[in-house]
């Protein structure tokens, strides 16, 4: 799995796994989507960059977790019974990202995503790489994966949580 452009799609249909944050819905494709877990305990990596809260035993693999609403520069996940944690593979980096509830898969056409809105764009906003309008329903904000890296990556220079 490389870059986002790299994203196969099936007779142009693309596959967005879905799931709530701060009252959002948005979706990651599903070739990012290792598998999604029930949340756990996670143990604490001590002086681990900020946005990584450590890391969970996953069938023997040691897997670091991000709680996805501080990486987007929101308020931290809160715990319920349908929070998970979203595995994911980017980049041949494997991670997971705690989310408040992941909600279903969404087989679209891959013409239906549109580009975010001009004006977020050009201020420099690039944590939603396409929006899925649904009529009478919310939209859905496809996440671009580079994005979540990079807070990441910026969180663990500046020693702080970085702004999406």
Same mark, same amino acid.
């Given at each position: 799995?490389?870059?986002?452009?790299?994203? #196969?799609?099936?007779?142009?249909?693309?596959? &967005?796994?879905?799931? &709530?944050l701060?009252?959002n819905?948005?979706?990651? #494709?599903?070739?990012? &989507?290792?598998?999604?877990?029930?949340?756990?305990?996670?143990? !604490?990596? !001590?002086?681990?960059?900020?946005?990584? #809260?450590?890391?969970?035993?996953?069938?023997?693999?040691?897997?670091?977790?991000?709680?996805?609403?501080?990486?987007?520069?929101?308020?931290?996940?809160?715990?319920?019974?349908?929070?998970?944690?979203?595995? @994911?593979?980017?980049? /041949? $980096?494997?991670?997971?990202? /705690? @989310?408040?509830?992941?909600?279903?898969?969404? !087989?679209?056409?891959?013409?239906? $995503?549109e580009?975010?809105?001009? $004006?977020?764009?050009?201020?420099?906003?690039?944590?939603? /790489?396409?929006?899925?309008?649904?009529?009478?329903?919310?939209?859905?904000?496809?996440?671009?994966?580079?994005?979540?890296?990079?807070?990441?990556?910026r969180?663990?220079?500046?020693?702080?949580?970085?702004?999406?």
């Amino acid at each position: 799995m490389g870059r986002e452009g790299d994203i #196969e799609l099936d007779d142009g249909r693309v596959n &967005l796994a879905c799931f &709530l944050l701060g009252g959002n819905v948005y979706a990651i #494709e599903v070739p990012y &989507l290792r598998e999604i877990v029930h949340c756990q305990a996670v143990t !604490p990596l !001590p002086k681990a960059p900020t946005l990584i #809260e450590g890391v969970i035993d996953l069938r023997g693999a040691v897997v670091p977790v991000v709680d996805l609403g501080r990486v987007l520069g929101g308020e931290a996940v809160k715990q319920g019974d349908r929070a998970r944690i979203a595995v @994911v593979e980017v980049e /041949r $980096l494997v991670f997971g990202m /705690r @989310v408040e509830a992941a909600t279903h898969v969404l !087989p679209v056409e891959a013409t239906q $995503l549109e580009e975010p809105p001009a $004006l977020a764009t050009q201020s420099g906003y690039d944590a939603v /790489r396409a929006v899925l309008r649904r009529p009478e329903d919310v939209p859905v904000l496809v996440l671009s994966m580079d994005h979540v890296l990079e807070t990441i990556y910026r969180s663990a220079l500046s020693g702080t949580e970085a702004t999406p």
